[in-house]
């Protein structure tokens, strides 16, 4: 899609057209999901990305890809660069405490974010 400036339907349109069912988007979690991510989805997004400068393949460096998301370092992704910061859910009761200071993010994150919260509570 990218390589080719392809629009996402076009992108899409030979999975579409092959008859093979493609199962939206199960988070590794393991809970219910409440929403369908399709392929489609995924892909729409990307494109928009794209326009918005957010995505740029030659600018991609893999090795830090590979480095930020290994578990031990952080296991996180730019969603929005120099922004918005995703990372691997906590499994440990003390998160709060543990991230109350975002430089314990990381050394690429470290001084790119004011705060870090995790969405699953139930106070957000």
Known sequence: MMYHNMLP???FAPFAQSGIEL???CDAGGLMSLYNLTV???LKGLHRA???GWVDFSKFDAEEY???EQVENGDWNWIVPGKFLAFAGPVWDDWDEL???PSQ???GAAG???AAATLELPRY
């Open 99 to 101: 991230y109350d200071d």
């Open 112 to 114: 790119a974010s004011s």
């Open 50 to 52: 794209i326009g918005l």
């Open 40 to 42: 489609l989805d995924c």
């Open 66 to 68: 590979d480095y930020f």
């Open 105 to 107: 993010l990381g050394p």
């Open 9 to 11: 339907e076009a992108a």
């Open 23 to 25: 199962v939206p988007y």
